[in-house]
């Protein structure tokens, strides 16, 4: 989403906030109030790293993600192997 290396680590506040930005630039809204309650043992960051998922996997379906590496290992089963974004 960012095009580049994030240089703030997700489990900092400034991490946090970029990694917001950048869900919500990307049309991904999270909620301005996530009770704690509701995500007992959830942390943001593993928030954060669902809702990428959802951006990945929007991408995948519209034909627009990329991968590492660039042409895929197929398993034996026909499945690939590699890493989308």
């Given at each position: 989403?960012?095009?580049?290396?994030?240089?703030?680590?997700?489990?900092?506040?400034?991490?946090?906030?970029?990694?917001?930005?950048?869900?919500?630039?990307?049309?991904?809204e999270?909620?301005?109030?996530?009770?704690?309650?509701?995500?007992?043992?959830?942390?943001?960051?593993?928030?954060?790293?669902?809702?990428?998922?959802?951006w990945?996997?929007?991408?995948?379906?519209?034909?627009?993600?990329?991968?590492?590496?660039?042409?895929?290992?197929?398993?034996?089963?026909?499945?690939?192997?590699?890493?989308?974004?």
């Amino acid at each position: 989403m960012a095009g580049e290396s994030i240089e703030h680590y997700k489990k900092t506040l400034s991490g946090a906030m970029l990694r917001w930005q950048l869900l919500a630039g990307e049309g991904i809204e999270l909620p301005g109030s996530l009770e704690a309650k509701a995500f007992r043992g959830v942390d943001l960051d593993d928030i954060h790293d669902a809702a990428a998922m959802a951006w990945t996997a929007r991408r995948v379906t519209r034909g627009e993600a990329l991968s590492i590496a660039a042409e895929p290992e197929v398993f034996s089963d026909g499945w690939q192997s590699a890493i989308w974004y």
